[in-house]
């Protein structure tokens, strides 16, 4: 079906004969005159005309007898950009990604741009070749400056094996010969990787990198108190926002043949995740938060939820100033900016001073007595009733499931 | 020494203070030195402590407080600025035959490229590891380590190496003691002699005042005027945040979404 809007020819003669009977349906009574209590004609000069569908308001001078058509949904734009192709690249820059969890990160995003931006400069026609180890969950990796791609799925990769991911890129750098090699200076894997790599090869190197101009690179050093410039090198790591994503092709993204390793041991052995008591996690890292504030009366049964469902336990000023929480635990400008996955605010109003703190949070969970306060505007998901309630009702959620699969077990 | 203990050796840098800029103990360093006194506390493992560059009087300053945390002896290989202390620093740990070498990540002055550990480690052809927070189990027997390491969102990884081995300690690690003065007076800070022709030179690079980075702008690429009004003007309204107001429907919509969000 079209998306465009269409002129319905019976309504427009409706609109038109005031004496039909289904005149008042049609026609929005607001625009026709009205006087107010004091006899004073009322103009309502929003209300006037309609949105047309490029965003224009259009202006009808028939008087109230015009159509009104309400504003429909934007038209979406399609997303048609241009391909970027390189058939017969002249060198290529390698850029290892961090996929964290299977997904590019922003920082992945930055240093795509930055090597898509080396290879077409000065009229050069390289090629930017992309390596993701372990599985990629995102579907459309073509807007992002991929032109060729190598995608290790060996089971031997996942988890943390930087001496096996530096056995592959060894091969890799040796088959492609970049004329760079990229990393994003983080903590995930790529600060680790990117030093391994070029102390294993050899290679010149600059660190927290973050501006090119011409031929020098800008590096930050001494904890960010000062710079320090470099010629370009043929490894770099580079700081987060030190360049912007691509934005405007779509790359290719050609899937290349993995290099086959040979048997290989590792010396180091991933035992896998330990299990973190939460209220150990210093709340600026915690992922998970349930944060209590002015609205908490049962302080013992905000305890016992946060335990059961294993957060990292906060506090609004209020909560803290009451004595109910220690000082560190306080989330905002005063106290802690925090980034996590899920924040839980339990009776606490979204005062800006709070709201500040929690502003590179994820998905925000707001309870609340009342529906209107700016915790409400700010969360993804929001239980207006008693905080108590809603807390032992999650209690009781809680402890229902385990005990199910306790008594499977 | 004993054959089932551990020559520890833990290398330490002159740190910075970020706002006085004085020297100091560096905190990463200080962590690696805790670690290894803890280390020679509880199992009698052998720890040497060295540092490699040039004795000033303020790099002697630093180096007394690391004295201060309770250790007899501080290493110092006496090397200029000018000259690489990769090489000395190799000839080093092998010559006394270290198992395990404890350091910092990266240094609090300099150009920080924290490249240190890798090139050691290529060197000596050991394995490296990075952003230790504890060692818990040292198997002198099979010569295995094993250690926990930061992870993003304050998670821990348990990893298993054989040594030797070079570890970086990570600020999430243990705090360090305090440097106490007594003990800093009667620790004493020892020259090693090294062979300065042997050593590469490295070009020392300019430090200049850190500009201000460019805050990323929200890029608005409308092709009308309109869009281009709206992009300025909107404001980032509820984005569609759902709202429940039955206690038991809101608890069952928080459990569905942390079970979603794989927290539960
Ligand atoms: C300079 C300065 C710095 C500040 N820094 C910070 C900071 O860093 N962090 C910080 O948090 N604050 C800070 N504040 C304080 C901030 O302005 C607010 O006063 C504070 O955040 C309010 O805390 P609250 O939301 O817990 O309390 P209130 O504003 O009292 O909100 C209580 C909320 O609980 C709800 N409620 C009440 N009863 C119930 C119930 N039974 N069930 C469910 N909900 C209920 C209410 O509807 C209300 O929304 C700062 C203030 C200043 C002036």
Known sequence: ?409 | MLPNKLNVTCLVSIGMHPLSRRARRAEQDARAVELGLNLAESSQHQLSVVHAGELTSEAEFALSSYLGMGLDELKVLSIPPQLDITSALTDYVRSIKSNLVIMGQQTEQGDSSAMLPYLLAQALSIPVVRGITEIIDIDNTRQHITLLQALPRGQRRQITGSLPMIICIDMAAKAPRQSAVGKALSGKITPVSVNLTGLDPVAVKPMLTATVRPKRLKLIKAKTAAERFKAATAKATNSGGKLVYDPQQGAQAIYDLLKQEKLL
Not at chain 1, 44 to 56: C, E, L, Q, S, Y
Not at chain 1, 161 to 175: D, F, T
Not at chain 1, 355 to 382: F, H, P, Y
């Open chain 1, 1 to 409: 079906m079209s998306q465009h809007r269409r002129r319905d020819p019976r309504v427009l003669k409706i609109i038109r004969n005031r004496l039909h009977p289904l005149h008042g349906q049609y026609v929005d009574s607001s625009t026709i005159k009205q006087f107010g209590p004091s006899g004073l004609l009322r103009k309502f000069p929003h209300r006037v005309g309609t949105i047309a569908a490029n965003g224009r308001r259009r202006i009808n001078r028939l008087g109230g007898h015009a159509p009104s058509f309400s504003m429909s949904q934007p038209l979406e734009a399609l997303v048609n950009l241009p391909l970027h192709q390189v058939k017969q690249p002249e060198f290529y820059i390698l850029v290892v990604l961090d996929c964290v969890a299977g997904r590019l990160t922003e920082h992945d995003k930055d240093c795509l741009g930055f090597a898509q931006m080396l290879a077409n400069r000065k009229g050069q026609a390289g090629a930017v070749l992309a390596v993701i180890f372990g599985e990629s969950k995102d579907t459309d990796l073509t807007l992002f400056g991929i032109d060729r791609l190598l995608h290790i799925t060996d089971d031997a990769v996942q988890g943390y094996q930087p001496e096996l991911c530096c056995e592959y890129l060894s091969q890799i750098i040796a088959q492609f010969n970049p004329k760079h090699i990229i990393f994003p200076d983080s903590i995930f894997a790529g600060a680790d990787l990117g030093r391994r790599i070029a102390a294993k090869l050899a290679l010149s190197v600059a660190t927290s990198a973050w501006k090119l101009v011409e031929d020098e690179l800008t590096c930050r050093a001494s904890q960010g108190l000062s710079d320090i410039k470099s010629p370009l090198t043929d490894v770099i790591l580079l700081l987060e926002q030190a360049y912007e994503p691509t934005s405007e092709y779509r790359y290719e993204t050609l899937l290349l043949d993995i290099p086959k390793i040979a048997m290989y041991k590792s010396s180091l052995q991933d035992d896998g995740l330990v299990e973190v008591d939460p209220s150990q996690i210093p709340l600026a890292e915690a992922g998970f938060i349930i944060a209590g504030g002015n609205g908490i009366t049962d302080w013992p049964l905000f305890h016992r939820t946060a335990e059961l469902l294993g957060a990292t336990k906060g506090a609004s000023r209020v909560a803290v100033d009451d004595g109910f929480m220690a000082r560190d635990r306080q989330v905002g400008a005063t106290g802690t900016w925090v980034s996590a996955q899920v924040y839980i605010a339990v009776g606490i109003s979204g005062a800006i001073q709070h709201l500040q703190g929690i502003s590179r949070c994820e998905k925000v969970i707001a309870i609340n007595i009342d529906d209107s306060c700016d915790m409400i505007k700010r969360a993804d998901l929001s239980v207006i009733g008693d905080s108590q309630a809603i807390l032992a009702e999650l209690n009781q959620l809680c402890l229902q499931t385990k005990k199910v699969v306790d008594d499977v077990a």
